[in-house]
């Protein structure tokens, strides 16, 4: 007698349920809620909706206050929403604000931005009144929402015919996306993809990552083969211009992505150190020294603190074509989150701080820098909530300091994050900042 195969059970459809969207996160999803059905009164993550949508979705993860969900369908479009510029917007996932204006972008920033501010109770910018006088995004004249990245990190794979394509790692799905071009890279980089494809192609390798910068020489790749050890394609260093600024840079090392937006961030560091005043600043999380151009620029001796060794040669380059002498300008290789110290100790004490920490923010430098003699600190920061709770350290307590402006920038279009240019002034300094 034969048997028939026994067949593996389905599992359950997941609930679905209609929502209204009412607004996006730091971190790129839109948040919507239900006041009944399976998600009633839970806050529900959905990645692709925009704030004003009513939205089908399938639920895929529920707990006990929050609950994240698939996009299944658009019910009712918000009046904010639009068609993407770029065809492979949802598989890609890199750009998950793309499907709103740049209108309903930048008030979710300036949104954010406000609500972590508030949130994390920084002393002496608690009341709406400083809220609203000293929190705000900032309007970058020029600045495009497409064609804005100097820098971009690709995956690359071969396939069947031999042949390599280049793309992104999908965010949700995590798998491979190819892609013919990208909106949000200058032209440049685009129009060197297909030599940087025939590149791969003679790799001994079929996958692997490549990182691209476009400057004045050309773009310059730094190809990670997986397996094999990394080796340049093209120029190692190029020049990125940041505004007015020729700046030396490597694929190798980190790199501003946004040159127009972190050319005016530039801008403004160098303007706020002159008007804070000083001699001799300690620059912390310092890369390939872009901001120490504006501290030199208004005048100040440096001592910056990096721990990537790969970013010293451009700092150096910058530095001899500024014109400025090594003892203006001393690169220290220093593993600042481990020891919490700059190390070996700065030259002299700093009348100014400036740091520029990655995304897990410098609490375990807050005690230095209050420690420092510092009359002033400039926080530039790439996550809105670890610079909101490093402002709070640093503010605590009669010895503190007094924030004075926490300003956003648009320098990531299409994304849940901002760059984040803070002041901060010894409490009984005056300021005109
Ligand atoms: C947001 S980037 C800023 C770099 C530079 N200010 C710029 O704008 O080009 C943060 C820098 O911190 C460095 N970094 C990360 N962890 C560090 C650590 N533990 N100690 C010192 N530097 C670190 C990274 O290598 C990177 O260059």
Redesign the pocket.
Request: hydrophobic share 45%; proline share 9%; aromatic share 6%.
């Given at each position: 007698m034969s048997r028939r195969p026994r067949s593996t059970p389905k599992p359950p459809a997941p609930p679905l349920a209609t929502l209204p969207v009412l607004r996006w996160a730091h971190g790129g999803d839109a948040v919507a809620m239900a006041d009944d059905g399976p998600l009633a009164g839970l806050v529900v993550f959905v990645r692709g909706a925009v704030p004003g949508d009513v939205v089908r979705v399938a639920v895929e993860t529920k707990k006990k206050r929050w609950a994240r969900a698939r996009l299944v369908a658009v019910e009712r479009p918000s009046p904010e929403r639009r068609v993407p510029p770029c065809a492979v917007q949802a598989a890609c996932g890199g750009c998950p604000w793309m499907v709103g204006t740049r209108e309903a972008q930048r008030a979710s920033r300036e949104a954010i931005l406000l609500g972590e501010v508030r949130k994390s109770l920084i002393p002496g910018l608690t009341s709406d009144e400083d809220l609203a006088a000293k929190v705000r995004l900032v309007d970058v004249a020029g600045a495009s929402e497409v064609g804005y990245r100097v820098r971009a990190k690709l995956a690359w794979r071969r396939g069947p015919s031999g042949a390599v394509a280049v793309g992104f790692m999908g965010k949700a799905s995590h798998a491979f996306v190819p892609i013919p071009r990208c909106e949000v890279l200058t032209p440049a980089l685009n129009d060197a993809l297909p030599a940087i494809r025939r590149a791969l192609a003679a790799e001994a390798a079929d996958r692997g990552e490549v990182t691209l910068v476009a400057g004045d020489e050309g773009v310059a790749a730094w190809v990670e083969p997986t397996p094999g050890p990394g080796h340049p394609v093209g120029p190692e260093q190029v020049t990125v211009r940041f505004g007015a600024r020729p700046f030396t840079a490597s694929p190798r090392?980190?790199?501003?992505a946004n040159a127009a937006v972190?050319g005016a961030l530039v801008d403004r560091v160098e303007a706020l150190a002159r008007e804070l005043g000083g001699a001799h600043a300690v620059?912390?999380?310092?890369?390939?020294?872009?901001?120490t151009t504006a501290l030199w620029a208004a005048g100040f001796a440096v001592d910056a603190?990096?721990?990537?060794p790969a970013?010293r040669a451009g700092f150096e380059a910058t530095r001899e074509r500024l014109g400025v002498p090594a003892e203006r300008g001393r690169w220290h290789a220093?593993?600042?989150?481990?020891s919490g110290v700059p190390s070996p100790r700065p030259a002299a004490p700093p009348d100014l701080v400036l740091l520029?920490?990655?995304r897990a923010g410098a609490a375990e430098l807050v005690p230095w820098i209050r420690a420092s003699g510092a009359r002033a600190v400039i926080l530039?920061?790439?996550d809105v909530a670890t610079a909101a709770r490093d402002l709070a350290l640093l503010a605590e307590g009669p010895e503190g300091f007094e924030v004075t402006r926490v300003d956003g920038y648009d320098m990531f279009p299409h994304t849940g994050h901002q760059e984040v240019l803070a002041v901060c002034v010894r409490r009984g300094v005056p300021t005109s900042s």
């Amino acid at each position: 007698m034969s048997r028939r195969p026994r067949s593996t059970p389905k599992p359950p459809a997941p609930p679905l349920a209609t929502l209204p969207v009412l607004r996006w996160a730091h971190g790129g999803d839109a948040v919507a809620m239900a006041d009944d059905g399976p998600l009633a009164g839970l806050v529900v993550f959905v990645r692709g909706a925009v704030p004003g949508d009513v939205v089908r979705v399938a639920v895929e993860t529920k707990k006990k206050r929050w609950a994240r969900a698939r996009l299944v369908a658009v019910e009712r479009p918000s009046p904010e929403r639009r068609v993407p510029p770029c065809a492979v917007q949802a598989a890609c996932g890199g750009c998950p604000w793309m499907v709103g204006t740049r209108e309903a972008q930048r008030a979710s920033r300036e949104a954010i931005l406000l609500g972590e501010v508030r949130k994390s109770l920084i002393p002496g910018l608690t009341s709406d009144e400083d809220l609203a006088a000293k929190v705000r995004l900032v309007d970058v004249a020029g600045a495009s929402e497409v064609g804005y990245r100097v820098r971009a990190k690709l995956a690359w794979r071969r396939g069947p015919s031999g042949a390599v394509a280049v793309g992104f790692m999908g965010k949700a799905s995590h798998a491979f996306v190819p892609i013919p071009r990208c909106e949000v890279l200058t032209p440049a980089l685009n129009d060197a993809l297909p030599a940087i494809r025939r590149a791969l192609a003679a790799e001994a390798a079929d996958r692997g990552e490549v990182t691209l910068v476009a400057g004045d020489e050309g773009v310059a790749a730094w190809v990670e083969p997986t397996p094999g050890p990394g080796h340049p394609v093209g120029p190692e260093q190029v020049t990125v211009r940041f505004g007015a600024r020729p700046f030396t840079a490597s694929p190798r090392a980190f790199l501003q992505a946004n040159a127009a937006v972190a050319g005016a961030l530039v801008d403004r560091v160098e303007a706020l150190a002159r008007e804070l005043g000083g001699a001799h600043a300690v620059e912390l999380f310092a890369g390939a020294g872009l901001f120490t151009t504006a501290l030199w620029a208004a005048g100040f001796a440096v001592d910056a603190y990096e721990v990537d060794p790969a970013a010293r040669a451009g700092f150096e380059a910058t530095r001899e074509r500024l014109g400025v002498p090594a003892e203006r300008g001393r690169w220290h290789a220093s593993d600042l989150l481990l020891s919490g110290v700059p190390s070996p100790r700065p030259a002299a004490p700093p009348d100014l701080v400036l740091l520029d920490p990655p995304r897990a923010g410098a609490a375990e430098l807050v005690p230095w820098i209050r420690a420092s003699g510092a009359r002033a600190v400039i926080l530039v920061s790439c996550d809105v909530a670890t610079a909101a709770r490093d402002l709070a350290l640093l503010a605590e307590g009669p010895e503190g300091f007094e924030v004075t402006r926490v300003d956003g920038y648009d320098m990531f279009p299409h994304t849940g994050h901002q760059e984040v240019l803070a002041v901060c002034v010894r409490r009984g300094v005056p300021t005109s900042s």
